[in-house]
């Protein structure tokens, strides 16, 4: 969510006019994030998120607006992409494919107590459920192919012990997936970077999942443990809280229990998530894009949460 693209109150203005959405009375960049440009933009009318894709193609965009849409319409509390006079949900402002989707109430809870974790839980299978009959399909783009691709790129710029921990962990997802307790894990939709920021709480009352442009189909396990490695781990020591991570997958199960594969990969799959983050934020602090208010992630935190992984497995 930082700004790659300068978009002017007039583009603005326009855009918000062909949706039927009001008079635009203020627009503000949005601060954080790195793949795509964001923006409050304010009408007489409400609160709303212009984003404008910045990596994301016009071919692959229809599966993450129509996938809002899917879940909105089944009661998950996410953002809702509006459709001008044709029905159109995927929009152009700068030459850039854009979509508006109304602003979520509340506000992130960026310092969860296992009262969060567990609302996260619930609505995250509720979520997998919701989009089990959701008819289009496209894999997860940061998944195991993106890996495999991205780590001979990062490399040299990690120390010896560094790059030998990303290559045997590398070495052991691949084994991982290539596994049949693997084939066997349910999969669908997944948000596959429900971060704390990227939820809403109205004090302990859960009001929204939002920023899916990272969603793809993958299992549904890996979209929870990505949770579990953000929302149940101590940020500034990167070690497990057990605490909140057993009142998310105790509020997961209860809505869909885990299978007896998904019971078997836990632990792969919690180091599967850490290290896909660790790639990532390696990728973007060495190889950055320039931005309008860019900051990239700190790399050495997902560093220390697959040491953790590995050292500690989680289990049920």
Not at 198 to 209: I, P, S
């Amino acid at each position: 969510m930082a700004v790659f693209t300068e978009v002017t109150e007039t583009q603005a203005n326009d855009l918000m006019q062909a949706l039927n959405l009001g008079q635009l009375t203020a627009l503000r960049g949005i601060e954080g994030g790195i793949e795509n440009t964001n923006y409050f933009a304010t009408t007489d009318q409400g609160e709303y998120v212009l984003t404008l894709f910045e990596r994301l193609t016009q071919a692959q965009l229809p599966f993450y607006l129509h996938l809002m849409k899917h879940l909105a319409g089944r009661g998950i509390p996410v953002p809702d992409p509006a459709a001008n006079r044709d029905g159109d949900i995927l929009h152009t402002v700068s030459g850039k494919p854009a979509a508006v989707v109304n602003k979520l109430a509340g506000k992130s809870q960026l310092a969860p107590q296992a009262v969060h974790c567990a609302a996260v839980g619930d609505m995250l299978a509720r979520m997998h459920l919701a989009g089990s009959d959701y008819n289009r399909s496209q894999p997860n783009l940061r998944g195991l192919p993106w890996w495999n691709e991205t780590v001979p790129v990062v490399l040299p710029y990690l120390d010896e012990a560094q790059a030998a921990l990303l290559r045997s962990e590398l070495a052991y997802q691949n084994h991982v997936a290539a596994s049949s307790a693997y084939a066997a894990l349910p999969r669908g939709p997944v948000h596959a970077d429900l971060f704390r920021d990227n939820v809403m709480f109205d004090g302990e009352q859960l009001t929204g999942f939002f920023d899916f442009y990272f969603a793809g189909v993958d299992t549904w396990l890996f979209d929870l443990c990505v949770c579990l490695n953000d929302w149940c781990i101590d940020l500034p020591m990167g070690v497990h809280d057990s605490e909140r991570a057993q009142a998310m997958l105790q509020a997961y199960q209860q809505v869909r229990p885990l299978s007896a594969a998904e019971r078997e990969l836990l632990p792969a799959l919690a180091r599967a998530g850490a290290l896909r983050f660790w790639i990532s934020r390696l990728w973007d602090y060495h190889l950055p894009r320039e931005a309008s208010m860019l900051k990239p992630h700190d790399p050495t935190h997902f560093e220390r949460v697959l040491r953790g992984r590995i050292a500690q497995p989680i289990h049920l």
